[in-house]
C-alpha cells in the first residue's frame, strides 16, 4: 500500500476528503454512499475520523478496514492521544497494521465533551502529539501526518510558539501536515511559509468545507477558535433567512478558494465531508479535476 507522500509525488491537482465513523448502521449505509460515488473520482487518499476522546473507535477500525479491503481507495486513519495509555495506542497502531493500513494521522486530540476544555493527559498516555508521532513510527512502516491551524492553535500562546510544536512533531517523524478548516487561500500561504522559514518542508494539505450558513459558520469559529471571516460572515448574514442562497455564497467562496489554493501550489485539497459527497463533487466539477474533465 502507497504512503501519502507517495501518491502526492504523482501527478496533480490531487484532492482527499475525510469521513467521520457513523453512529449507527443507517450512518453507516449514508458513509458508504458517499465511499462509493467518490471512489471515481480518484481522491489521493481518504481519512477516518477518531471521535471525539476515542470514541467509536471499533467503527473507526471497521470502516479504514473496509476501505483498504473492499475499495481502490488508500485509507489514512486517525490515531488520538486523548484518553489512552501508551500501552492501548501500541494495540490500536497494531490494530491498523494488521488490516494493512500503513497511513495515520496522529493528533493529540480534544477533551471529550468540551473541545475547549481543560487538556489532561492520561496518566499512562503522551502529553503531546510529536509523542504519539514517534511512536508510530517506531511500530513499523507508517507514514504519519499531523494537523496545523491555519492561523494558530487556540491554545498555543502566540505565533512563534505554535510553528515550534509544529516543527517539533515534523522533527518526531511526520511527514506530512492537513491544516484545520481555511477561510482563505492566503492563511494558507502565511502557515506554509513560517513552516518553511523554521526549516519545515513537508507536505501541507488545505482544508476545506463549504460553509452554507452564518449559523454554521459561527458554530465553527466557536468550536475551532479560528477568526471570523468577516466579508463571508457579512455575507452569509445578509441571508441568513435565505438556505439556497446561503448555499450558492457558500459554494462559490469554496470553489474560489480552492483555485486560489491550487494556483499557489497546494500539493491535495482536503475536503471535510461529514459523511456527504455532494458538495465536494461540486467543487471538484467547478475545478475540472473530476476525471470526465482531465480527459
Not at 448502521?25 to 471515481?40: C, N, T, Y
Not at 466557536?222 to 448574514?237: C, K, T
Request: proline share 7%; glycine share 8%; net charge neutral.
Amino acid at each position: 500500500m502507497p504512503t501519502v507522500p507517495e501518491r502526492l509525488a504523482t501527478a496533480g491537482p490531487h484532492f482527499s476528503v475525510e469521513f467521520m465513523p457513523p453512529r449507527s448502521d443507517a450512518d453507516e449505509d449514508v458513509l458508504w454512499r458517499s465511499v462509493r460515488r467518490l471512489e471515481p473520482l480518484r481522491p489521493a487518499f481518504v481519512a477516518v475520523t477518531y471521535g471525539a476522546g476515542g470514541s467509536r473507535r471499533e467503527r473507526t477500525i471497521r470502516v479504514t478496514q473496509r476501505i483498504a479491503e473492499e475499495t481502490t481507495l488508500l485509507p489514512v486513519a486517525h490515531l488520538t492521544a486523548v484518553g489512552h495509555s501508551v500501552a492501548e495506542l501500541r494495540q490500536i497502531i497494531g490494530s491498523y497494521a494488521a488490516v494493512g493500513v500503513n497511513n495515520i494521522l496522529a493528533l493529540r486530540g480534544d477533551p471529550p465533551g468540551d473541545p475547549n476544555g481543560e487538556w489532561i493527559a492520561h496518566p499512562q498516555g503522551f502529553e503531546y502529539t510529536g509523542q504519539l508521532v514517534a511512536l508510530a513510527r517506531s511500530l513499523g512502516s507508517f507514514s504519519v501526518g499531523v494537523a496545523a491551524y491555519p492561523d494558530k492553535h487556540p491554545r498555543s500562546a502566540d505565533l512563534a510558539s505554535d510553528t515550534r510544536f509544529l516543527v517539533d512533531k515534523i522533527n518526531a517523524g511526520a511527514d506530512f501536515v492537513i491544516t484545520q478548516m481555511l477561510f482563505s487561500a492566503a492563511d494558507y500561504e502565511r502557515l506554509r511559509e513560517r513552516m518553511e522559514r523554521a526549516g519545515a518542508r513537508v507536505p501541507v494539505l488545505p482544508g476545506i468545507m463549504p460553509v452554507t450558513s452564518h449559523g454554521r459558520l459561527m458554530r465553527i469559529v466557536e468550536l475551532s477558535g479560528q477568526r471570523v471571516p468577516e466579508q463571508l460572515a457579512d455575507e452569509l448574514y445578509a441571508v441568513r433567512e435565505d438556505p439556497e442562497a446561503g448555499r450558492a455564497i457558500g459554494m462559490e467562496h469554496a470553489v474560489r478558494m480552492s483555485q486560489d489554493l491550487l494556483d499557489a501550489g497546494a500539493p491535495c485539497l482536503h475536503f471535510y465531508t461529514f459523511n456527504r459527497s455532494k458538495a465536494t463533487i461540486e467543487v471538484l466539477s467547478a475545478l475540472g479535476m473530476t476525471p470526465a474533465m482531465r480527459r
